[in-house]
């Protein structure tokens, strides 16, 4: 089993490190990350690097594709070797999987074209400029297009993949080995829950980002 994690400047670290830690436990997984050029890519914060061992000219075929998000990716959109690469892998995967902002990359690449997905809250409806029916759920399972919500949903997604590959048995016993056990202390982990003005604080946030 080849998973091929897609990185790049400017990731969110959780976005890519979350699933890892639980497809890289996979019985005989093969887990690379890989970049349109190989190296370290520092992610969102500065403060932390992930290093890609393959660029994407050396990475052919990965039996499972994963694209994180964060700002970063949106280059990526128009980035058409990158993009390419993403079509190519996509035809002959078992999985082709997002977390967060990554399923915006996919969109671009033409792969979500008329499926169900989920991204994070703030960016769902960008899913219908790709022609993608927007849901707002943890993790997504259209085929084996299988998109996953904001950042910490991409566990959530990595156990779901990992019981439809290797069985339920399996991935309970990913689940226990990493004690992902979420009691998280306050209940604000969505704009269903949190307070408006807190969810409205942060889409301001989010939008002066994206237009710096």
């Known amino acids: 089993m080849r998973i091929a994690i897609l990185i790049f400047d400017r990731l969110t670290a ?18 690379e990350f890989v970049a349109a050029e190989a190296g ?45 690469w993403v079509r190519q892998a996509h035809e002959t995967s078992a999985w082709t999987t997002s977390v967060c902002t990554g399923s915006l990359v996919l969109g671009a690449a033409g792969v979500l074209e ?12 960008r899913l219908r400029e790709f022609g993608a029916e927007p849901v707002s759920e943890r993790v997504v399972f259209d085929g084996k297009v299988v998109t996953a919500a904001g950042v910490s949903a991409g566990i959530d997604m990595g156990l779901s993949l990992a019981a439809r590959i290797a069985g339920e048995d399996v991935a309970k016993a990913i ?5 992902y056990d979420p009691q998280p202390p306050f209940d604000a982990g969505s704009p269903r829950t949190a307070p408006a003005e807190l969810t409205e604080m942060l889409r301001r946030m989010g939008a002066e980002a994206e237009r710096a």
């Open 14 to 31: 959780l976005d890519a490190v979350g699933p890892y830690e639980v497809l890289s436990r996979l019985p005989e997984a093969e887990l």
């Open 40 to 84: 370290p890519k520092r992610t969102d914060t500065g403060a932390l690097a992930l290093s890609a061992d393959r660029s994407l000219a050396d990475t052919e075929a990965p039996d499972v594709l994963l694209i994180p998000g964060g700002a970063g990716n949106r280059e990526l959109l128009d980035d058409e070797v990158v993009l390419d």
């Open 114 to 125: 008329g499926l169900q997905a989920t991204t994070h809250w703030a960016f769902l409806e």
């Open 175 to 179: 689940q226990l080995g990493i004690e």
